[in-house]
């Protein structure tokens, strides 16, 4: 039988629906939810990932502004305009795209965020009450997303055995905490490029997430009958049956249906819950920050 899929878009429109009416009590007090977007250069995949967050501001009534900056912006100038965001009381999430250009050091850029304002939740305070376990700080939206589909999904993780297919800063380290944190209780393994025999170690997997960038990476015979996996990865493959010549595909071979007992489609999985908490972490920043 075909695994359920796991339908991101319909857990994102769930978790918009509560922060609708978070959003009108702020409004009736006067504050209005405002996020930043600082874009430099012209990558044509950030234009689209930040349109897409301009617009799940516009169905939410969150103010949302868009500093795009040149490709050839230097770093002072990103550090004044950070300052000046976060001395900002009617700003209250700041995000900065990545990719940044290679001559910016994203990483320091990220410690000057206010950690109250750092809706990505990758500031070092954020990150580092994660490894705390406390789950009071801004945690970062893919996944905090992945937890959530998660928990939508009915999916117990007590005791289970996850597998996370990625390291990153980004994706695959912080999700590996918040599946072993107390309350969510899993027994984790994080794999990597310099893993051996990687898939022997996804076969133990009760939960899978592959967060990588490789197409198709993980194949039906590296999944255990019944396991769920979570697809993470968004890969841009040839398609020449579109006339963009190319199309999404996740880290999971489209096969994995045929073992796993839920798969988390791409798109319209992670993507969605993405987007969805970067809102809510922005409306937990303005109740936080207008207290
Ligand atoms: P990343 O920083 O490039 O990290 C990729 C991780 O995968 C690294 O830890 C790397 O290992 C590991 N890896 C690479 N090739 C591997 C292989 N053949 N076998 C096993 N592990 C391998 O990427 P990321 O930012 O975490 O993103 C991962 C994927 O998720 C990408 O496709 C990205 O587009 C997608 N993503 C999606 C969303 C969303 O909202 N849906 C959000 C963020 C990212 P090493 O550490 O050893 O190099």
Not at 44 to 68: D, F, N, Q
Not at 100 to 128: A, Q, R, W, Y
Request: one cysteine or more.
């Amino acid at each position: 039988m075909a695994a359920k899929s796991l339908d991101g878009k319909a857990c994102a429109e769930n978790v918009e629906a509560n922060l609708k009416e978070r959003i009108s009590s702020l409004k009736s007090k006067g504050v209005n939810p405002h996020l930043v977007v600082i874009i430099v250069g012209e990558d044509p995949a950030s234009k689209i990932y930040v349109g897409a967050k301009e617009r799940a501001c516009e169905r939410l009534g969150i103010v949302s502004t868009r500093h795009s900056l040149s490709a050839n912006a230097s770093e002072i100038e990103l550090r004044d305009l950070l300052s000046k965001l976060n001395a900002d009381d009617a700003v209250h999430g700041i995000l900065v795209q990545s990719p940044l250009p290679d001559d910016l050091d994203e990483l320091s850029l990220t410690d000057m965020i206010d950690p109250n304002k750092d809706v990505d939740g990758f500031h070092p305070v954020n990150l580092g009450r994660l490894v705390q376990g406390r789950m009071d700080g801004h945690l970062p939206c893919t996944p905090a997303g992945v937890m959530r589909m998660l928990e939508w999904a009915n999916v117990d993780l007590t005791g289970k055995r996850a597998v996370v297919i990625g390291r990153s800063r980004i994706v695959g380290m912080p999700l590996s905490l918040m599946l072993a944190a107390k309350g969510s209780n899993a027994t984790v393994s994080i794999v990597h490029s310099r893993t051996e025999n990687i898939e022997s170690h996804c076969q133990q997997a009760d939960v899978l997430i592959a967060a990588v960038g490789v197409a198709g990476l993980v194949k039906n015979n590296w999944v255990k009958n019944g396991a769920v996996v979570i697809d993470v990865g968004v890969n841009r493959v040839e398609d020449t049956s579109r006339e963009r010549g190319w199309s999404l595909a996740g880290d999971v071979d489209p096969d994995v249906s045929e073992v796993a007992s839920i798969l988390s489609p791409v798109p319209g999985g992670v993507g969605p819950m993405t987007i969805a908490m970067l809102m809510s972490n922005t409306v937990n920043a303005a109740e936080k920050l207008s207290r």
